[in-house]
């Protein structure tokens, strides 16, 4: 923007009081002041150029022959009332007055400052009545030869920002379990400071143009900012000579302290006909040329790195176990300034132990068996003509002593292999508490046993200690593990754990059973003697230790004279055996045959023969099991739920029942054969036959040694042996058997 210099300073001192109705350089209107005669520019101090255009219109463009300025006229409808405007070549023209010539005055307009553009001048209204305007005569145009003066300001200056870091891990400790995992939230935060602006320089240039047809002399340029005086680069020594149409440059370059809105004030000043003039340009700061660290990088030993634009914070989280004790730090670091902080966390790691002790304790059970023999007298009949004495010759009124042994022996077998013992849990985590899954024990062979614990608290820097007991199968060597599982958790970076995962700790102990039984059962038994079904007498007691052991007994037997002649008896002596803790029995039997002659009366067969001569074989069938109604040797046996041919293979393993039922079913057999039953066998037959109607197996086997009824089958089965062995004095003889006959 060019200001000219202003027209003020030619006026006269009562011109100077008029109003100020306008900004210079824009159209506008101002009061006239009517001047007396015929006014010139040079008579009222209005500009040192000035040229006349006659009226009455003066519409149109006017041009100043000497320097080429040019004044365009309109008027408003009437020739007396104008506007204007005024240049010089492309650039407007600041005019000091203009004069309005009519009647015997003139309006004069002042400018100040001088304006380019004007509106509303009209003639004086003193040529007639009714304020009449008076015919315009002539214009007259007034303005000063000055130098156009422009200058620019560029402005530029650089900023910088500052960052400072901050990194922080949460939580900055971590105790762990062997197979614990926890999180640890990782925060970097980057402040960056406000904008620091330096370097603030204004420079640019100061243009003076000299439009006039004559020489301006530039006696100096004055430059100017903030009251300081800024050094101008013009090429040229002062005073200096600006040619008509010339224009002379200078630059500039300052700094200034801050980036606050000014004014730079160029002021040219001239000396002759071409005066000087003033220039301004408003020092604005924009954006900064340069930025230093407008944004930085961010680089984190745990791998990762960020932007940041701004101030701003990231965080991130990383998984922990007990591979990383004794801890981790991290570094995060401003790639562009290396400014850099760190974060640690420490990392400690504990674990459990399982001790644990085992103690055995068995039990050892004494099984007694009991071996009866007849020793005395010596036998002397022989009553089935094998030439081998098998029976005692007596006489009617005859007493004997009859003499036998019984011996006890003892076999001793293991049970209730138990192993029992603790189960120490030790924690050396000095804060933590250990949560414990469950706690459990196993015997190799034998499985799990049971385990009882207090809780499955293991509590900080102490111990569990939990008790277990079970048993073994047998006695041998064997090892005992206890294990304790661990509930392991993982922690968020908040703290809060969450159960995941488990971690098992074992110990373990060697199991045996050398030492000797914690407990014996039956270690001794009481031995009695029951002679000739006469009520048993009590022997002594044999133990463990002092076997095998042997009694004596004798019992007193007299062939009463109302006994019948040719008769056999068979005596018969039990032994028993009662165990002293469980009262379980033994037993053994011996039979000595008793007659008064040789007797001969058909013959018999044993068990033995039977046996093997059914449908079944392997020996010929005999045709007397087809007398065994109503199916042969398939015929059920009463109430055993066996058939006749199994019953009779069916050994007696201390069961009575089955002694007394192989003796029946010989008999009967034997009977079926034809052979002469006597009374008293027939009797026995016909006693046990209801004893079998009425009783199972079960029932029979069931039964005290002592008991009646076993008393009475063990009698009915020797009777039945002995005559089914051809020993009955009243009965037939045995017969020859083949060697296929068992017993």
């Not at 803790?581 to 009366?601: M, P």
Request: proline share 5%; net charge negative; hydrophobic share 35%.
């Amino acid at each position: 923007m060019r200001t000219h210099r202003s027209a003020g300073a030619l006026c006269p001192g009562w011109l100077l009081a008029l109003p100020l109705l306008s900004i210079s350089g824009l159209a506008y209107a101002v009061d006239p002041v009517f001047v007396p005669g015929n006014p010139t520019c040079a008579n009222i101090s209005a500009g040192s150029v000035g040229f006349s255009i006659p009226g009455p219109d003066t519409a149109g463009v006017h041009t100043n022959p000497v320097d080429g300025a040019t004044i365009t006229i309109t008027n408003n409808g009437d020739p007396r009332n104008i506007s204007w405007s005024a240049a010089i070549g492309s650039e407007p023209l600041g005019l000091d007055a203009i004069i309005v010539k009519a009647g015997n005055g003139a309006n004069v307009y002042f400018y100040n400052p001088e304006a380019t553009s004007g509106a509303n001048l009209v003639t004086p209204s003193i040529c007639g009545q009714n304020n009449n305007w008076c015919a315009l005569s002539h214009l007259v145009i007034c303005y000063d030869y000055e130098v156009y003066a422009s200058k620019t300001a560029q402005t530029t200056y650089d900023r910088r920002f500052e960052w400072s870091i901050d990194k922080s891990a949460t939580p900055s400790s971590l105790n762990f379990f062997v197979g614990d995992t926890g999180e640890v939230g990782y925060s970097v935060s980057v402040q960056k400071s406000a904008p620091i602006d330096f370097g603030f320089t204004v420079s640019g240039d100061v243009t003076v143009y000299n439009p006039w047809p004559v020489s301006a002399t530039i006696s100096n340029i004055n430059d100017a900012m903030d009251g300081d005086f800024v050094a101008l680069e013009c090429g040229v020594s002062f005073p200096y000579a600006l040619g008509a149409g010339s224009s002379l440059t200078c630059t500039y370059s300052t700094t200034v302290e801050d980036k606050s809105q000014r004014t730079n004030i160029a002021t040219v000043i001239a000396s002759g006909q071409v005066g000087g003039a003033e220039a301004t340009a408003d020092v604005i700061f924009g954006e900064p040329a340069n930025v230093e660290l407008d944004s930085v990088n961010v680089s984190d030993t745990n791998g990762m790195s960020w932007f940041f634009g701004n101030s701003g914070q990231v965080q991130y989280t990383r998984l922990f176990d007990c591979a990383d004790v004794p801890g981790h730090d991290n570094t995060a670091t401003i790639t562009e300034t290396g400014a850099s902080d760190s974060a640690g966390v420490g990392i400690a790691c504990y674990t459990l132990s399982v001790g644990k002790s085992a103690t055995t304790g068995w039990r050892r059970t004494w099984n007694w068996d009991l071996a009866k023999a007849y020793i005395s007298p010596a036998l002397n009949a022989d009553t089935n003509n094998d030439q081998i004495p098998d029976a005692l010759l007596v006489a009617s009124g005859q007493t004997v002593m009859l003499g036998y042994t019984v011996t006890a022996n003892a076999t001793s077998s293991g049970s209730d292999y138990e192993v029992s013992g603790i189960i120490t849990v030790s924690n050396n985590n000095p804060v933590r508490q250990a949560d414990l899954i469950n706690v459990t024990d196993t015997l190799s062979g034998a499985g799990s046993l049971a385990v009882n614990c207090p809780s499955l608290v293991v509590p900080a820097g102490g111990s569990l200690v939990c008790t277990y007991s079970g048993f073994a199968p047998d006695a041998s060597e064997r090892t005992n593990v206890g294990q304790a599982l661990q509930q392991n958790v993982h922690f968020a970076a908040n703290g809060a754990g969450t159960a995941e995962g488990s971690t098992a700790y074992s110990g373990t102990a060697a199991v045996s059973f050398s030492a000797n039984p914690s407990t014996e059962t039956d270690e001794c038994v009481s031995v009695s003697d029951g002679f000739n079904g006469q009520l048993p007498v009590t022997l002594g007691q044999a133990c463990a230790g002092q076997l095998p052991r042997t009694f004596t007994f004798s019992g007193a037997f007299t062939y009463e004279v109302s006994m019948p002649l040719c008769t056999t008896f068979g005596v018969r002596n039990d032994a028993f055996g009662a165990a002293n803790d469980s009262g379980r029995t033994a037993g053994a039997d011996a039979t000595v045959v008793i007659t008064n002659r040789d007797c001969t009366s058909g013959c018999t067969l044993t068990p033995g023969y039977w046996k093997t001569h059914s449908n079944y074989g392997p020996a010929p069938y005999d045709p007397a099991w087809a007398l065994v109604l109503p199916g042969g040797a398939n015929t059920t046996f009463f109430l055993s739920g066996k058939s006749w041919y199994q019953t009779l293979w069916t050994a007696p393993a201390g069961n009575v029942y089955w002694t007394l039922s192989r003796a029946y079913i010989a008999a009967a057999l034997n009977q079926h054969n034809g052979a002469t039953v006597p009374t008293g066998v027939q009797a026995a037959l016909d006693q046990a036959s209801a004893i079998f109607a009425a009783n199972t197996p079960a029932q029979i086997g069931t039964l005290k040694g002592n008991a009646p009824l076993r008393s009475t089958i063990i009698n009915l089965a020797a009777t039945l042996d002995m005559y089914n062995n051809g020993l009955n004095p009243d009965g037939p003889a045995h017969c020859t058997e083949d060697s296929t006959s068992g017993n």
